[in-house]
């Protein structure tokens, strides 16, 4: 089974820390075309399923809506960097995880249309040298989110 680390984990809490990490999302249209994004808040529903909010992301959604991959790199610096590659789950625009990403956009000023879950497939380390050994991969940690 593959999961998020809890190092990385601990980087995808809700909060004020979410501001001092750069999340960017990649994904691909119908002919291969790569598409990437800055996003603000991605949360880890659990360790194995991340969700961030649409605000403005249509060609991004239509992207996994369609061709269903995604290509997320984490990073804080100044050398924690980690690669998680998913697929998309489903969009979400009502419900105890909508209404929870919606305060949680609020605090960047932004208004939530709606919800994608994304289902992990692979996670890597994205840093060059450094790694995250079997043990860190192998504790699991308290999913912050329900739902
Ligand atoms: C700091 C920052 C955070 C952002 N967060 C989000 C986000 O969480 N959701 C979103 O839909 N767009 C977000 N955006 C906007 C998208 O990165 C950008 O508008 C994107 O081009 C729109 O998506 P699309 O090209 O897939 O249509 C953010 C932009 C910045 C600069």
């Known amino acids: 089974m593959v999961y998020i680390p809890k190092e990385i984990m ?19 249209d119908d002919k291969g075309v790569p598409h990437a994004i800055i996003l603000g808040p991605l949360m880890a ?5 991340l969700a961030f909010g649409i605000i403005w992301a249509s060609t991004t959604k239509k992207n996994l809506e369609t061709t269903k991959n995604a290509c ?14 998913g697929t998309f789950e489903e969009y979400v625009t009502s419900g105890p995880l909508f209404d929870r990403y919606t305060d949680e956009l ?20 994205a840093s060059g ?3 995250w050994g079997e043990d860190s991969y192998s504790s699991k940690s308290v999913p912050l989110y329900s739902t």
Do not use: N
Not at 45 to 49: H, K, P, V
Not at 72 to 85: D, E, F, L, N, S
């Open 72 to 85: 997320i790199i984490v990073y804080k610096p100044p050398m924690t960097a980690c690669r998680v590659h």
């Open 10 to 28: 601990d980087l995808l809490k809700p909060g004020e820390t979410q501001k001092e990490v750069v999340k960017v999302l990649a994904t691909a």
């Open 129 to 131: 040298g450094k790694r």
């Open 45 to 49: 529903i659990d360790e194995e399923t």
């Open 106 to 125: 609020k605090k960047w000023d932004l208004e939530c249309a709606g919800v994608i879950k994304i289902k992990v497939t692979d996670v890597c380390s």
